[in-house]
C-alpha cells in the first residue's frame, strides 16, 4: 500500500502542476462577490497502481461514483489522478438524498457527498443495510441576497426569525421597507439538511409557498439574481457550489454575525454554519475492493490535498 501511495503523490503532483497558475482561490471577493473558479488541467499523466499486488484502476473496475452537486469538481480530479486521463467536463451526479439511495440500492459503489438527511439514514437502516462516512472536506450554508439588497450581514437570531416566519419586512433588519421573499430549498436536499441543522436547530421553518421551494441548486441562485422581486429575495446554498461552480455578479454573500464566508473561515471555523462532507461507502465493501481502496485513500495526506487543490475546506 505504501508504494501505492507514492505513485498517487506523484500523480497529485502532476496534477497540480498542470494547473500553474489557474489553482484555486481561497476566498470570495471583500465585496462578498462569488471568486473565481479555477481551470481544469487539461492532462493527466498515466494510472497510478493502487496495491502492492499491482492493482490499476482502469475504466472497467474504477469505483462507480455519485454524489452532491457540489462534489462534481472533486469526483472529476479524482478520476483524473485514478485513471490518467484528462478532466472531464461532463460529470453527472444524483445529487445528495438521490445519491444516498443509489449506494443503498447497490447502484453505485462510492459516495463524495454532502451529510444525509434523516430519511436517507432512516432508508438504509429499513434496507439493513450500514453506511461508514469518512469526513474528507468542509463546506458551509451561505445566505445570499441579490446586489441591490443594501443588507451586508445578519446574525444567526435574525436568520431564524426570518425563516421562521417573525421577521417578515427587510425594514427590521436594517434593510428598506420592503417584504422578504425567503426562498428555500426541497426538504431533503444537503442545503436544507444543512439548513435545519445548523441554522433552525429545531425551530420550525415557515411554511412557503411551492414557488419559493426551489428543487436545484442553480436554481435557488437564479431566483436571487434575476427573478421578479429578487431585491427583496434572500436564499441559501452551499459555499462552494455559489462560490466556483455558480457564479454570478448578481448575487452577494451576506456575513453571518460580521464574518463573511470564505475557505479560511471555514477551515478556522470562524464562520458559524459549517458542515463536514464525506466519502461514503457500504461497510459490507471487501477490504480489498477499488471502492475501499479508494475510500480510504481519500482520508490519506496525498487525498487531502487533492481536496484542497479543488478549493475545498480540508478536513483536517
Known sequence: ???????????L???????????????????????????????APAAAETSEAGFM?????????DGSTATIPLISAVRSVLLGIPRENDVKVSGTDNAYTQLIEGNVDLLLVYAPAQS?????????????LAPIGKDALVFLVNVKNPVKSLTPEQLVAIYSGETTNWKDVGGVDAGILAYQRQLVSGSQTMMNKLVMKGTPMADAPAEYVIGEMGGLVDAVAVYDGAENAIGYNVYYY???????????????????????AITSGAYPFVNDFYAVIRSDAPEDSPARLLFNWMLTEEGQQLVAHEGYATAK
Do not use: H, W
Open 1 to 11: 500500500m505504501k508504494r501505492s501511495l507514492v505513485l498517487i503523490a506523484l500523480l
Open 13 to 43: 503532483c502532476v496534477l497540480i502542476a498542470a494547473c500553474g497558475n489557474n489553482g484555486p482561490a481561497s476566498s470570495v471577493k471583500p465585496s462578498g462577490s462569488p471568486e473565481p473558479t479555477a481551470s481544469p488541467p487539461e492532462s
Open 120 to 132: 436517507s439514514l432512516d432508508y438504509a437502516k429499513a434496507q439493513g443495510v450500514e453506511l461508514e
Open 57 to 65: 484502476f482502469t475504466p472497467e473496475n474504477i469505483p462507480r461514483l
Open 242 to 264: 455559489v462560490s466556483r461552480m455558480k457564479l454570478d455578479g448578481n448575487i452577494r454573500l451576506l456575513e453571518v454575525g460580521g464574518v463573511a464566508p470564505s475557505t479560511e
